[in-house]
């Protein structure tokens, strides 16, 4: 894929630190907890991203910042030039409705829409009304994309696995979102159903031609993208050696397995 | 959905509506989803219970009100009168009239009445044709058969006759009914007697002086001519009407009112019976603020879970870009839209109860009330709007504030701490609830008290539950105990809460039920089966013995006799009364004016007439300021408590015992001595008791009781009560007929009446504890509905840790069970304060302490909360560890 010369997404500094609520035992100190450190992250447009990192490394704690779900504790993000880490809820809630997908590991579907309503939803808060009007016959098509058309009148409870994360990448893509964040979207899923929902991930982008940054730890996973990076430590590593030689192909070679192992080590040895 | 989309078109014409059409419809389709799936069902049971329970609680305590409204009505036969020693001017009736009242005139004076030979005196009422306005006349118009018809006033040139007047005057029986009935003058006019009384409404228990009646046509009092200037009269102008006509009225007349001129209202006329109905009137409205208050809770609650469970969704909705203004707009509009359906489905439930209610006191009530009317269905409306929106708030506020953060930190949001604010809100809606409700500010002050002390308890005693949980923890044995208590002090907090509604249930329970027993029981102690429904009187001294093997030859118990002197009231310590001689200035005739009228709580409020006297005077010690009618016995009155002294000692003379209300207003103590003069002669008696008098029995009651030493040489009459049976009747008329000078009094329609109410009110208390208990069972159910989901949590985790299902339902069962014992703990404590307060400020009852309540409290509550809590986690048991994570996720 080119590169445009346009940033989507810039990290500049970025550290979050939280705050552990004292245990009623202990002294009224709260204990500062550091997560990310001097994250340096820039994302351009059309590009598709890896974050890869151990459990508990941070991965999320990162994507949320960048989403603009969260705000770092210090640094900027900026998203396609403008600085988001300044802006209020309502602000970051009007960018995530224009120009954000979602897509978790948990699905997140609304328990009493149905699989099409649950896809109309992000259509309808729009305030673009040519989206909202259409909000129906698009979520029927977008239903479609993803193999679905049959399950529209279903409710996330009637939906196997699998199938809930293609309503969520229905629903994700219906606003033509520039950015898309997907947080392991196949880590819930057996292996089968895993490879059907990354499959379909990557295709509908391409197509689109979205932004993509990906959290997982899975390193099969990570190769479909054209970049990784590592969080290990609250500490980003670009093009880490151990990662990187698989390059974007999808074809798989006989060092994978043994490049799977290499990068779980790295990773531990990380700790 | 199609058309849905097409309407959305359409009405889009400017953006931002179309915008705000578009989070209408999501919310729309989020409450058709959310109910068809029974997400909605507590949150709308709850509003539904609020709605229909305050509909047919509010048109039950309406109905009864009317009931006792109209009742005790009838016994100043109006709504209101007005009563006055001098002449009414004609404006007032014009006034009256004016307004759309109903009006009638009353003159009471005594003459003499004459039939051929015979004389004797009358105590006449002469009455319009609309007499009574309330309540019902009896007039038999023969006397063998004695049957009697409700009656209007009589026509001019009738009259009507108390039996004892009527042989009295050697009058024919024979020829009562028959074309020429018999004659009687009134002063120059003569009048055809056409009936007797049996019974009137507004001359309840004229037991003393009122065995001569003679009613008549107002309209004839001129032509008698007895009516002169300085002859002891007394007048009453009646209304009846609707309340807002009559507070006019009032309004109108009070400013111009003469100094012997009185207005009453139905409650000043303090009966047996208005006092027993306005405690039963005062419980249904307790019980519907209590409803009110559960059924409050249960919204408070099962909203709390409502948001609870949406904490997920709306994450969701904003991190997909949701505003919060979008998600107020859907989330409110969503609340509106379940509060409009379940106060619907209340309405339509509510009305089918006070149908079911109104129909049920059919029966009990006067055919001309008017129809229930949208009162109850405004209020319930209200209630379950003001219920639906004021008490969800808290859960609301908490459920905009969720960070879209959850959908990555999952547990984000989920410590429920609802903010000071939202339990002001909360404190000063109930508050005002109660107020409204019940328009009565000593009942808020009541709940608000015992409100705090609920509060304060359970504060100290989750405490001191979470202190312990902690300690005990580890060492406790029983692994199904450990779980419990290891659950107890996780949710800590939660448990806080759990209690407050448990507790709450529980003791509005145990208040109800109290209350419902001492006021049953009271009432059935008032009136038991064959209570005396006749009172004899009159009889003289050399008579006594015969009148008695009369009553023993038909086998006719007779209670306890009572001779009755009348004497005065002069000095206390030697201390001379002033005498402001009320006998004087209000005739005889004049209803209120008998003072120990057996069984007549209208002494009361002649007591209070007295008091008011007694403060525009002030010079020196007043005296009663009538002749008391005396009685002297040495057996102790039953319905009497004896609170100070010793019961008349043997070989002690000038024995006397004092009525507790004229001891105090008199400040008569143990041991003064009192002068009296009884006809020519001063006595004087020493005070040896002090009684409580049951003004509200059926009993021949005294003010004062001499020992026989005392007055046992004067001429008395004597008083009895019996009970009759309906065969019996007939014999009465013989005996009064052989004792010319005895009258009967029959007290039965009005026993059979309260009765009759008193059942009707006995069954609403019943019909509204039920609606109390439902109540309390959904805030239980919701309750513990609002833990199910942590439950099903830990369930999970125990379940595939390998714990049995039989280990996890005990432990369920333990904590439920010590969290039930613990709420019935503290609901009892908490319920025998508010019962001391109910009692001694609202119900003007005595207090005692109600030890079965510390028993019934934790062990209903126990068992109650277990069972349901128990029997709603039950299906959380039976699930495999696989579909309770399918179930979570
Ligand atoms: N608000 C917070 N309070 C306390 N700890 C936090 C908070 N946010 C994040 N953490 C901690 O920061 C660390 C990183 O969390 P994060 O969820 O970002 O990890 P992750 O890389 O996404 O892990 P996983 O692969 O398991 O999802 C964790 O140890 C987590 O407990
Ligand atoms: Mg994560």
Same mark, same amino acid.
């Given at each position: 894929m080119s590169q445009s010369r346009i940033s989507a997404l810039v990290a500049t500094n970025v550290s979050k630190q939280v705050s552990l609520p004292s245990a009623p035992s202990s002294s009224s100190d709260e204990k500062q907890l550091s997560i990310l450190n001097d994250i340096e992250l820039t994302i351009q447009d059309g590009e598709s991203i890896a974050i890869v990192g151990a459990s508990g490394s941070g991965k999320s704690t990162l994507l949320g910042i960048l989403a603009g779900l969260d705000l770092p504790t210090t640094g900027e993000v900026h998203f396609y030039e403008k600085q988001i880490n300044t802006l209020n809820e309502e602000q970051r809630a009007q960018i995530r409705r224009t120009e954000v997908g979602f897509i978790f590991q948990q699905f997140l579907l609304v328990p009493s829409l149905t699989a099409l309503e649950n896809v109309m939803l992000p259509a309808e808060l729009s305030d673009d009304p040519e989206l909202r009007n259409n909000a129906k016959v698009k979520a029927e098509q977008w239903l479609d994309k993803v193999g679905l058309s049959h399950r529209l009148d279903h409710f996330p409870n009637q939906l196997s696995g699998g199938e809930q994360q293609r309503v969520a990448i229905a629903r994700a893509f219906i606003t033509n979102p520039k950015l898309l964040f997907a947080d392991e979207p196949s880590a819930n899923l057996d292996t089968e159903n895993g490879k059907l929902v990354e499959d379909l991930l990557f295709e509908l982008n391409e197509k689109a031609n979205t932004t993509l940054v990906l959290v997982t730890h899975d390193l099969e996973l990570a190769k479909r993208c054209q970049r990784r990076v590592l969080l290990t430590n609250g500490h980003l590593v670009e093009k880490p050696a151990v990662i990187n030689e698989g390059g974007d192909s999808s074809t798989s070679n006989n060092t994978d397995k043994s490049l799977d192992v290499q990068v779980a080590e790295a990773i531990s040895n990380a700790f | 959905m199609h058309s849905n989309s097409q309407l959305a078109k359409q009405i889009n014409t400017t953006d931002s509506s179309g915008a705000f059409f578009t989070w209408l419809k999501i919310a729309w389709r989020l409450f058709v989803r959310e109910l068809g799936r029974g997400e909605l069902t507590i949150i709308a049971l709850s509003i539904i219970l609020a709605v229909s329970s305050v509909m047919a609680l509010s048109s039950v305590t309406d109905r009864v009100e009317q009931a006792i409204m109209s009742k005790s009505a009838a016994f100043i036969a109006a709504d209101r009168d007005l009563q006055s020693s001098h002449p009414i001017d004609n404006i007032v009736i014009e006034k009256a009239n004016e307004l759309g009242l109903q009006t009638d005139k009353h003159i009471y004076f005594s003459s003499m009445a004459f039939a051929g030979d015979e004389m004797n005196i009358a105590v006449v009422k002469a009455v319009t044709e609309t007499y009574p306005l309330r309540g019902e006349l009896f007039i038999s118009q023969d006397l063998v058969t004695n049957q009697s018809v409700t009656k209007k006033g009589p026509k001019q040139g009738e009259a009507w006759l108390s039996k004892r007047l009527f042989y009295a005057l050697s009058l %024919?029986?024979?020829?009562? &009914? &028959? %074309?020429t009935p018999p004659v009687v003058e009134v002063g120059e006019l003569a009048l055809n007697v056409t009936g007797i009384i049996e019974s009137e409404p507004d001359a309840p228990f004229q037991v003393f002086d009122s065995g001569t009646r003679l009613i008549m046509n107002i309209g004839d009092v001129p032509a008698?001519?007895?009516?002169?200037?300085?002859?002891r009269i007394f007048y009453r102008d009646l209304f009846a009407g609707e309340a807002g006509q009559l507070d006019e009225l009032v309004q109108w007349l009070e400013p111009q009112l003469k100094p012997n001129q009185e207005i009453r209202d139905v409650k000043d006329g303090e009966t047996a019976m208005s006092n027993a109905l306005q405690r039963a009137e005062s419980f249904l409205m307790l019980a519907g603020v209590l409803g009110l208050l559960l059924a409050a809770t249960a919204v408070a609650v099962a909203t709390r879970l409502y948001s609870q469970r949406h904490f997920d969704s709306i994450a969701i909705f904003k991190t997909l870009g949701a505003s919060v203004q979008q998600v107020r707009v859907v989330y409110l509009f969503q609340l509106v839209l379940i509060t409009i359906f379940s106060v619907l489905v209340g309405i339509i439930i509510g009305s089918l109860i006070q149908g079911v209610a109104v129909e049920a006191m059919a029966g009990q009530l006067p055919k001309d009330l008017p129809p229930v009317g949208f009162k109850p269905l405004l209020i319930a409306i209200a209630t379950g709007a003001v219920c639906a929106l004021m008490f969800s708030i808290p859960s609301l506020l908490k459920l905009f504030s969720v960070p879209p953060l959850r959908v990555l930190r999952r547990n984000l949001g989920d410590n429920f701490a609802t903010s000071i604010m939202a339990k002001i809100i909360m404190a000063i809606t109930t508050i005002l609830l109660v107020l409204i409700y019940s328009q009565n500010l000593r009942l808020t002050a009541i709940v608000m008290g015992a409100g705090a002390v609920l509060v304060a308890v359970i504060l100290v005693v989750s405490n001191i539950m979470i202190r312990l949980s902690r300690k005990v923890g580890s060492s406790v044995g029983g692994s199904a105990i450990k779980i419990a208590l290891a659950s107890l002090k996780r949710r800590a907090s939660e448990n806080t809460s759990q209690l407050i509604g448990f507790t709450l249930a529980i003791m509005l329970i145990l208040i109800l039920y109290s209350l419902e027993n001492s006021i049953i029981k009271e009432w059935q102690q008032q009136l038991p089966e064959g209570t005396p429904n006749h009172f004899v009187i009159n009889i003289a001294q050399h008579e006594l013995e015969q009148v008695k093997q009369e009553f023993e030859q038909k086998d006719i118990v007779l209670e306890q006799f009572y001779p009755i002197i009348r004497g005065r009231l002069t000095t206390i310590n030697d201390e001379v009364l002033l005498q402001n001689d009320r006998d004087k200035d209000k005739s005889g005739a004049k209803l209120t004016d008998g003072e120990e009228k057996a069984n007549n709580a209208q002494t009361k409020a002649e007591n209070r007439a007295s008091d008011e006297e007694e403060g525009s005077e002030s010079e020196g010690r007043k005296g009663i300021g009538r002749e008391l009618n005396l009685t002297f016995t040495e057996l102790f009155p039953e319905n009497n408590t004896l609170l100070e002294g010793e019961w008349m000692t043997e070989g002690v003379l000038n024995q006397v015992s004092v009525e507790k209300g004229v001891a105090e207003r008199m400040e008569i103590k143990l041991g003064d001595k009192l002068g009296f003069l009884i006809g020519a002669r001063e006595v004087e008696v020493n005070v040896t008791s002090i009684r409580d008098v049951n003004w509200n029995s059926f009993q021949p009651n005294f003010f004062m009781i001499f020992s026989n030493d005392v007055v046992a040489d004067f001429p008395a009459t004597y008083i009895s009560a019996f009970y009759l049976s309906k065969e019996d009747k007939l014999w009465v008329n013989q005996l009064v007929k052989q004792f010319p000078t005895l009258s009967i009094i029959d007290v039965e329609a009005m026993i059979n009446e309260i009765q009759q109410v008193i059942e009707q009110v006995s069954v609403s208390i019943s019909f509204v504890l039920l609606v109390v208990v439902m109540a309390a069972t959904l805030v239980l159910l919701a309750q513990v509905q609002s833990s199910l989901d942590e439950r099903r949590k830990e369930t999970v985790i125990y379940r595939t840790l390998g714990a049995k299902g039989s280990m996890i339902q005990n432990a369920i069962t333990f904590e439920f069970l010590s969290l039930g014992a613990i709420a019935g703990i503290i609901a009892a404590l908490v319920a025998e304060v508010s019962l001391y307060l109910l009692q001694s400020l609202m119900f003007d009852m005595d207090w005692v302490p109600h030890p079965e309540l510390w028993l019934i409290g934790p062990i209903s509550g126990a068992v109650f909360v277990a069972l349901v809590g128990t029997l709603s986690t039950r299906s959380l048991l039976k699930m495999t560890p696989n579909e309770l994570i399918r179930q979570l996720s």
């Open positions: - | %024919d029986d024979a020829m009562l &009914s &028959s %074309d008698t001519n007895v009516i002169q200037p300085g002859s």
